[in-house]
């Protein structure tokens, strides 16, 4: 199976900052790799895919980059909305896929 | 607009099964993938499964092996999941995630909370 990490595992930041969480994978994925936002008590929402792709009604102050075992999600211009907490997933091993254990941003 | 809506909230013993429902609205039941994704309380997400509703087929996480049933009715667009044996682990709220196979999952379901004790 492919495991997967994040980092950092929490961070806090002012409202107007640039955020970079990190994925990394056990093994070579190429651009099979997606975002997700989680607001507490709501169901995840897409926000890449792709690897860099952005979804649809997604703000483009999100971002992603990367490729084959590491990945970043950047958040340029950090709103008070944005908290929450961001997961990372690979579809490389489709059908079978794997979360990362997410990253908590909160906002200063 | 495409939605999922998914059962209400289930309260079990431990030892007993569950049924949980995901009525697919606005696209076409069978061109899209059907996931489940579950998460503990004060947990991550965990990836379950999924079903193809073209036909049927079904893939999961090594750790449900044998505990695991994705069924669909194509008559009503709803995929159904039943998990078995239930433990206090399985304390949850279930999700249903749309997505086309290597795709992020687009729509998600509001999430059913299955409480085992």
Known sequence: ?108 | QAQLVQSGAEVKKPGASVKVSCKASGYTFSNSYIHWVRQAPRQGLEWMGLIDPRGGSTSHAQKFQGRIAMTRDTSTSTVYMDLYSLRSEDTAVYYCARSNILDGFDIWGQGTTVTVS
């Open chain 1, 1 to 108: 199976d492919i495991q997967m990490t994040q980092s950092p595992s929490s961070l806090s930041a002012s409202v107007g900052d640039r955020v970079a969480i990190t994925c990394r994978t056990s093994q070579v994925i190429s651009s099979y790799l997606n975002w997700y936002q989680q607001k507490p008590g709501k169901a995840p929402q897409l926000l890449i895919y792709g690897g860099t792709s952005l979804q649809t009604g997604v703000p483009s102050r999100f971002s992603g980059s990367g490729g084959g075992t590491d990945f970043t999600l950047i958040i340029n211009n950090l709103q008070p909305e944005d908290s929450a907490t961001y997961y990372c997933q690979q579809s490389y091993s489709a059908p079978r896929f794997t979360f990362g254990p997410g990253t908590k941003v909160e906002i200063k």
